[in-house]
């Protein structure tokens, strides 16, 4: 069975702090991989979205890592800010089928 | 939110009634889809829509019919909702292979 899954589940960092989560993936073949941002209450923000052939991409403060022989990727966050608490979501796609969601790594950020 | 919302917000609802929850979209993306969103699961695909009137189920389908008569609208609808169908409901739209945006979800609540 294709999954995702994502580490640690939860996380506590003080502002200003820098910070990388993890997501690996049994997915295959594999299409891309996209990682969300989602904060409570709300419906999940795309962050980045990478191809098999990219090995990173940068959204502001978040770069992801892609590592397709490995089948890794991670999120990193530069300088957070209280407005990053919120889950990170790592989601795989197939080609052609629908997408497979981690179930999150809750963030927060503390002054 | 990319011109998707969600209605209504907010649902309580006793056992074994029928229920149903809205998506619309401005953005006339072909693929809609519905999502549950549980504690401890990643966000799980329910159905969705490829066009109009063209629709295929998701992981976890069983209790759960849609519709779509137009391209803007996406229609969920529990025909006799239990309680394990207590969840946040997403609605997501987006080009096929490209970024989803997510509506502000549905609470639902079963009684």
């Known amino acids: 069975k294709n999954q995702v899954e994502q580490s640690p589940q939860s996380l506590i960092i003080l502002e200003g702090k820098n910070c990388t989560l993890q997501?690996?993936?049994?997915?295959?073949?594999?299409?891309?991989l996209r990682w969300y941002k989602q904060d409570t209450g709300r419906g999940p923000v795309s962050l980045t979205i990478m191809t098999f052939s990219e090995n990173t991409k940068s959204n502001g403060r978040y770069t992801a890592t892609l590592d397709a022989d490995t089948k890794q990727s991670s999120l990193h966050i530069t300088a957070s800010q209280l407005s990053d608490s919120a889950s990170y979501i790592c989601v795989v796609s197939e080609r052609d089928t629908p997408l497979v969601f981690g179930k999150g790594t809750r963030l927060s950020v503390i002054a | 939110d990319a011109g998707i919302t969600q209605s209504p917000r907010h649902k309580v609802t006793e056992t074994g009634t029928p229920v149903t929850l809205r998506c619309h979209q401005t953005e006339n993306h072909r693929y809609m889809y519905w999502y549950r969103q549980d504690p401890g699961h990643g966000l799980r695909l329910i159905h969705y829509?490829?066009?109009?009137?063209?629709?295929d189920k998701g992981e976890v389908s069983d209790g759960y019919s849609v519709s779509r008569s137009k391209t803007e609208d996406f229609l969920l609808t529990l025909e006799s909702a239990t309680s394990s169908q207590t969840s946040v409901y997403f609605c997501a739209t987006g080009p096929i292979g490209e970024k989803l945006f997510f509506g502000s979800g549905t609470q639902l609540s079963v009684l």
């Open positions: 829509s490829y066009g109009v009137k063209d629709t």
């Open positions: 997501c690996n993936y049994t997915v295959s073949p594999f299409s891309n």
